[in-house]
C-alpha cells in the first residue's frame, strides 16, 4: 500500500514539472534563443506621436530593425531622400511639453539688452582704435557692425531649451548654417581659452593647453559670432598609428561631420557647424586689432599667407597651416550665449582618460566602476548617466577617444542635457573601432529607450546611417566633408553598439536595461521665439 502511495505521488510530482517545463520554461528558452519577444510596452501612456494613438510595441527579433509604428512603413520606398523621409518619421515627431519662462534658457528682452551692450561697447572699442590709428598713421580696415534683432544666430539663441539646443523644425538652425558661410568678417581674435594662456605655455605637459590649437574667434557684420577652426589634415589621411589621442590633429571636417551626426541621432547637443573657405588675408590678418595674432602671420617660399599658435612649442612654421594663397578651409561653430547670461559649468567624465604615456584609469581596469559611479551624486538620480552613455555612443560613432569634461548649463540643473563641444578629434581613423569609448554603456548597461529605436531604425535599409549621412553632408559649402570610408564605418560602428545592448538585455533583461524616457505632448514645440524689433 506504501510503495502504491509512493508510486502515486512520483507519477503526480512528475506530471507537474512536465507541465512547467512544456508550458512554462520551454517557451521562455525558445524565445531567449531567438533573441525575439517583446521589446517594451510602449502604449499610448508612454509616447503620444503625430495622428497616432502611440508608438506600436517593437519586437527586435534581430536586433537591427525597428517594426513599423502605425501608419508607416520600416523600409521606405527607394528613390527620394532618405534624410528627409527619416525626419518625417514619427520617432523624429515626439513632442517635448511646452516651453514656459524656465524651460528656456533666456528670455528676448533679457537677451536684447544683453547685446545692446555689447554693441555699445563695440562701438566705443572702435572709436578708441580709430583714434589710435590716426595718431599712428596706421590705415585701419574698417566694417560697418549693424545688430539685427532677427538675426538667424539670436533666433538659435532664443531657442535653446530644457530639451535641446533647438526644436527639430526650427527654421533658425539650416538659415544660420547658410549665414556662416557667407556672413561678412569684421574682426578676427583669439579664443579666450588662448587669451587665458597670455602665450605662455608649459612644454613638460602631456597634454597642452586647448588654446595652442589653432583656432579663432570670428564677428560678423551682425555681431554673430562664430569660432574657426582651420583644415589641418586631408580628408583622405588617417590618424597616424603612433599618435596618441591626446596629441591628434584637430580637423575641421570633423567638427563639421560632428553636427550632421548629432542632429540625425536626434540629440541637438552641438551647436551649428558649417564648412567655409576663409581668406586668411582679408578676413583675418587686416581685420584684426591683437598686434599678437598679427605677429603670427608670414608669407611661405611658395607665397601663401600662413599663421601658427602663439605658444612656445608650436611657434614654428612647420607648425603653421596655410592659404591656397590666402584662402583656407575651415570649420565655423556658432558660439553659444555668453557665460554672463547663461552660465555653464565644466565637469570631468567619469570615464575620463588617463592623459600620460603609460598610465590607466580605474575604469579601464575595472569591468565593474559603473557600480560605484552610480551611487555617486549626480550619477546616483535622474538622467545624468543616461546623457553620459548617449554621449559614449556620440563619441564611439565618431572614433573620438578625446572626451575628458562636458558642460551643462546651470539654469536647467542636474537634469539639463549635455553639450556635446570639441569634436575635432572624430574621423580620425576609419580603419579601427575604439571599443573602449563604449565603456559607459558595456559596464552600466543601460540605455535610453528613445536613444535604442533611432538607432534601431538607423540601422534599416531605408534609413542607413552612412545613406542619411551622405545626403546630410552634401548640403555643407566644403563637400565632400568625409570619405566613403568614414561614413562605411558608422554602420559598421552602429551594428557594433546594437550588439552591445543586445549583450546586456540577454544577461539583465529589458527592463534591467531600457529605461522610458519619452514624455506626453501638452503642445507642439515652438520653433524659436520671435525677436521683436526695438522700436
Known amino acids: 500500500m506504501m510503495r502504491r502511495d509512493r508510486l502515486l505521488l512520483a507519477a503526480t510530482l512528475t506530471a507537474i514539472v512536465s507541465a512547467d517545463l512544456y508550458f512554462i520554461l520551454l517557451p521562455k528558452l525558445w524565445n531567449f534563443g531567438r533573441g525575439s519577444g517583446q521589446f517594451c510596452s510602449c502604449g499610448p501612456d508612454n509616447l503620444t506621436l503625430p495622428m497616432q494613438g502611440g508608438l506600436a510595441t517593437p519586437r527586435l527579433s534581430n536586433w537591427t530593425s525597428v517594426s513599423p509604428l502605425a501608419g508607416t512603413t520600416a523600409h521606405p520606398a527607394d528613390g527620394g531622400s532618405k534624410l528627409e523621409r527619416l525626419f518625417a518619421h514619427p520617432l523624429y515627431s515626439i513632442q517635448t511639453p511646452a516651453l514656459g519662462p524656465e524651460e528656456r534658457l533666456v528670455q528676448a528682452e533679457q537677451l536684447m539688452e544683453y547685446y545692446r551692450r555689447k554693441v555699445s561697447r563695440w562701438e566705443r572699442h572702435m572709436k578708441l582704435f580709430s583714434g589710435a590709428a590716426a595718431l599712428s598713421n596706421t590705415t585701419l580696415i574698417g566694417h560697418e557692425v549693424t545688430f539685427d534683432p532677427d538675426a538667424s544666430w539670436l533666433k538659435f539663441h532664443l531657442g535653446i531649451s530644457r530639451y535641446a539646443l533647438y526644436s527639430r523644425d ?125 605677429a603670427v602671420f608670414f608669407t611661405s617660399p611658395a607665397n601663401n599667407t600662413c599663421f601658427f599658435a602663439k605658444c612656445l612649442y608650436v611657434c614654428k612654421t612647420e607648425y603653421a597651416v596655410c592659404g591656397s594663397p590666402d584662402l583656407l578651409e575651415g570649420s565655423l561653430s556658432a558660439y553659444l550665449p555668453g557665460l554672463s547670461i547663461a552660465p555653464r559649468i565644466s565637469i570631468p567624465n567619469p570615464w575620463i582618460r588617463s592623459y600620460t604615456f603609460s598610465g590607466q584609469e580605474e575604469w579601464e581596469g575595472n569591468p565593474f566602476y559603473c557600480d560605484t559611479i552610480k551611487q555617486l551624486y549626480p550619477y546616483n538620480s535622474g538622467n545624468r548617466l ?25 539654469k536647467f540643473g542636474d537634469e539639463g542635457f549635455l553639450l556635446h563641444l570639441d569634436n575635432a578629434r572624430g574621423f580620425g581613423k576609419h580603419s579601427h573601432d575604439e571599443m573602449s569609448i563604449l565603456a559607459p554603456l558595456t559596464q552600466c548597461c543601460m540605455i535610453k529607450h528613445s536613444t535604442l529605436l533611432r538607432l534601431q531604425l538607423l540601422a534599416q535599409p531605408g534609413f542607413r546611417l552612412s545613406d542619411v549621412m551622405r545626403e546630410s553632408l552634401e548640403g555643407d559649402p566644403l563637400r565632400p566633408i568625409l570619405t566613403e570610408p568614414h561614413l562605411l564605418a558608422l554602420d559598421r560602428r552602429l551594428q557594433k553598439v546594437l550588439r552591445v545592448v543586445r549583450r546586456c538585455v540577454r544577461r539583465l533583461g529589458e527592463n534591467g536595461v531600457i529605461t522610458r524616457d519619452f514624455v506626453k505632448s501638452t503642445e507642439r514645440p515652438q520653433a524659436a521665439t520671435e525677436v521683436k524689433k526695438s522700436t
Open 170 to 294: 526650427d527654421p533658425a538652425v539650416p538659415q544660420l548654417l547658410k549665414d556662416m558661410a557667407r556672413m561678412r568678417v569684421v574682426n578676427a581674435d583669439y579664443t579666450q581659452d588662448e587669451k587665458a594662456l597670455k602665450g605662455t605655455c608649459d612644454c613638460t605637459q602631456v597634454v597642452k593647453p586647448s588654446g595652442h590649437h589653432l583656432k579663432l574667434a570670428l564677428k560678423m557684420h551682425n555681431f554673430a559670432k562664430a569660432m574657426f577652426k582651420p583644415m589641418r589634415q586631408q580628408r583622405e589621411e588617417q590618424t597616424p598609428e603612433d599618435f596618441f589621442y591626446f596629441v591628434d590633429f584637430q580637423r575641421h571636417n570633423a567638427e563639421i561631420a560632428a553636427f550632421h551626426l548629432d542632429r540625425v541621432l536626434d540629440f541637438r547637443r552641438v551647436p551649428p557647424v558649417a564648412g567655409r573657405l576663409v581668406n586668411v588675408t582679408s578676413e583675418v590678418l587686416q581685420v584684426t586689432y591683437t598686434d599678437d595674432l598679427r
Open 386 to 410: 543616461l546623457n553620459i552613455i548617449d554621449m559614449s555612443i556620440f563619441d564611439f560613432l565618431t572614433g573620438n577617444m578625446d572626451r575628458h569634461h562636458y558642460e551643462i548649463f546651470t
